[in-house]
Every structure is written in structure tokens, then in C-alpha cells.
């Protein structure tokens, strides 16, 4: 059996760790293993390379993707797709192992009506996939956020300062909650439930009057819509009101795609490692679009419908328990 790899849409770490897990289940079971590099784009224009137990070989504790990664629109289309199927058929793929968000499952999803298998793992480090607890690069991601935040307050306790951190996650607000919750924010904006402004400018305001000597906000990217047709970052529109209604002075720090970088942490090894060598395991079983998820500890296969359909919510009661704390 000849089975492929690829990763798509925004890199996480932990990705290597999974390709790694990927290849050498698979070679351990007597199949040959094909890396198609840079997402669905490789796939489109034939980079694809074969790959041994060598080839992976020195990667788990190294971010990024060795596959490197993309986004590519042309393969949404009826030619992109057609000739997407032509490139598999030559090189007689029949299974495909796809790492990366809920499009790249989408396109998962294309592939396999066309009569290829394909197994998703959850590669993101946004966590917004249903039916999994976590992604692979999110605990990296939020461990990368709490390192930021810890000297931010260092700096923040010098002086009677307000700071907005901005974080990623797209139009989801688990990173910011996660690190909010154990960072010590005290107060985190997420696009999925409203907050309102006056009440965290008249309680940083209180809070300073009281004696503390700062805050910390944490804005996740997406708290004002979908970050790519933002001509502004969040944090700035946040920092901007807050000035003005406290009269405090504020500093803004957009942390960025240090987010998406980094050696990962123990918890993404496990993960990508167990969820790349469940995948294989599914291939081997005849098994088709389905992704897999780690629910209660456990490494499980779900059908990639649900795992897209699903709006996984940042649980409202964490945003509130960082007031309390705060
Ligand atoms: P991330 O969470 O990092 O954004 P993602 O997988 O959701 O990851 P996308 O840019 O949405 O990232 O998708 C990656 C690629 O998957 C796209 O560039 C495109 O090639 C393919 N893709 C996305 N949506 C679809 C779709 N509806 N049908 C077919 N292919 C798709």
C-alpha cells in the first residue's frame, strides 16, 4: 500500500512529531510512504517525494513542518481537483494522511469522493476543531504566550501601566482564554462571547485605584471579526478605548507568529505521535474521512463531518473565574 502525507493551511508545532509518527507506523507495517510538500499546492504540481525512516528522522523536537505548508486556493476548483486526482493516480497513492485545519479537511473531504481514502489529524494551534479536546501546537502555542506574558509582567509591575496582549487564534478564543486563565489576566476578549468595555475600563480603573500596580488584557485576534479583513489589530481598538475611558496610559503588544514557532511541548509530542500512528492504523483498516481526536485522554477516530461541524466554545465559565481571580 502506498500511503501520502501532507500538511496545510497555518503551521503548528507538533506537525513533525506526527509525520514522523505517520511514516514509521506505516513502514513498520510494510507500506511505502510519500511526502507531498507544501499542502494541497505540492499536491497540484507533483512535489512529491518518497519518504524512508531516515527521512524523518532528528524532527520530533523541531517546529514547523519539514513538509512545509500552504494554502491553496486553485485547489478549490473543479481543475485544481481534476488534476489533484491525475497527480495521485501516477504516482499510485491510495491513502492520504492530511495534518491541518477544518479546510484542509474540507478538501480531505474532495479527495475522498474522488475514491481516495484520507485520515485528518487536527494541526492547528488555534484548537477550533470539533471533536477533539486539543490540537496539535496549541498547548506548544499557549505555553509560547504564558513565557510572553510572564515578562510582560515583569516590565508591567515597574510601572502604573495597562497591556493589551493580542494573541492568535483567528475567530477562536482558546488561546487566549487558556493563557488568560493561567497567566493571571485580568481580563481576556475572545470573538465568541461579548464583553463590555465600560465595565473592564471602570474595574482596571477601580483596581488601580486600589494599589495594583497593573493590568494585562488579553485580546485574541479575531475579538473584532475575522483578523484578515481587520486594518487593524484588536489590541490597538481595545488599547485606544481603554485610554480613553480610564485615562490610564496602555502599551500594546501583538505577539504574533512567535506563536506559531518553537520546540513542542511534551503534550504535542504525545499527541501528534499517538494521533499520527492511530491514522495509519484507520488506513490500514479500510477506514475513510475520518479525523482523529483525543477526547477525555483518549486518542479516538471521528467522521470529519462531525469534527467540521462541530463549533467547539470556549467555556464561559474559564472567563469568568479570571475575573474572579483577577
Ligand atoms: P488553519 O486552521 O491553520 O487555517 P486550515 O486547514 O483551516 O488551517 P485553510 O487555509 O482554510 O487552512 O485551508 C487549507 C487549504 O485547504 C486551502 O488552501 C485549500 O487548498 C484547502 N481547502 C480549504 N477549504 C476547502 C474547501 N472548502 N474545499 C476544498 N479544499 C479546501
Redesign the pocket.
Known amino acids: 500500500m502506498k500511503i501520502g502525507v501532507l500538511t496545510?493551511?497555518?503551521?503548528?508545532p507538533g506537525m513533525n512529531a506526527a509525520i514522523r509518527a505517520v511514516v514509521r507506523t506505516a513502514l513498520y507495517h510494510g507500506c511505502e510512504v510519500f511526502g507531498i510538500k507544501r499542502?494541497?499546492?505540492g499536491l497540484l504540481s507533483g512535489e512529491i517525494i518518497p519518504l524512508d525512516s531516515r527521512a524523518v528522522g532528528d524532527i520530533l523536537q523541531r517546529g514547523g513542518t519539514i513538509l512545509q505548508s500552504?494554502?491553496?486556493?486553485?485547489?478549490?476548483t473543479a481543475e485544481?481537483?481534476a488534476l489533484a486526482k491525475e497527480q495521485l493516480l501516477k504516482m499510485g497513492l491510495n491513502a492520504l494522511v492530511i495534518i491541518?485545519?477544518?479546510?484542509?479537511?474540507?478538501?480531505a473531504?474532495?479527495l475522498n469522493k474522488m475514491g481516495f481514502q484520507t485520515v485528518g489529524l487536527p494541526?492547528?494551534?488555534?484548537n477550533?476543531?470539533g471533536c477533539t479536546d486539543y490540537t496539535i501546537g496549541f498547548d506548544t502555542a499557549v505555553n509560547t504566550v504564558l513565557d510572553a506574558v510572564n515578562k510582560i509582567r515583569d516590565t508591567a509591575s515597574s510601572h502604573n501601566r495597562v497591556y493589551i496582549v493580542e494573541v492568535m487564534g483567528?475567530l477562536s478564543g482558546f488561546i487566549a482564554a487558556a493563557a488568560g486563565l493561567t497567566g493571571g489576566a485580568e481580563s481576556v476578549l475572545v470573538p465568541e462571547i461579548p464583553a463590555d468595555l465600560n465595565a473592564l475600563c471602570a474595574k482596571i480603573s477601580r483596581s488601580l485605584h486600589e494599589g495594583k500596580t497593573h493590568s494585562i488584557v488579553l485580546v485574541a485576534e479575531g475579538f473584532y471579526g475575522d483578523p484578515v479583513d481587520a486594518d487593524q489589530s484588536s489590541a490597538f481598538k481595545v488599547g485606544r478605548f481603554v485610554a480613553q475611558h480610564t485615562g490610564c496610559e496602555t502599551r500594546i503588544t501583538v505577539l504574533g507568529h512567535i506563536q506559531r514557532g518553537g520546540t513542542p511541548t511534551f503534550f504535542d509530542r504525545k499527541i501528534a505521535t499517538l494521533m499520527g500512528a492511530k491514522a495509519v492504523e484507520l488506513i490500514l483498516a479500510g477506514e475513510t474521512e475520518k479525523m482523529v481526536g483525543i477526547v477525555n485522554d483518549k486518542i479516538e477516530a471521528f467522521d470529519m463531518d462531525a469534527a467540521i461541524g462541530e463549533r467547539k466554545q470556549v467555556d464561559p465559565q474559564w472567563l469568568d473565574l479570571i475575573r474572579i481571580l483577577s
Open positions: 496545510s493551511g497555518g503551521d503548528s499542502g494541497y499546492s500552504a494554502r491553496c486556493p486553485a485547489f478549490k485544481g481537483q491541518g485545519g477544518d479546510g484542509s479537511f474540507r478538501g473531504q474532495d494541526g492547528t494551534i488555534d477550533d476543531i483567528k
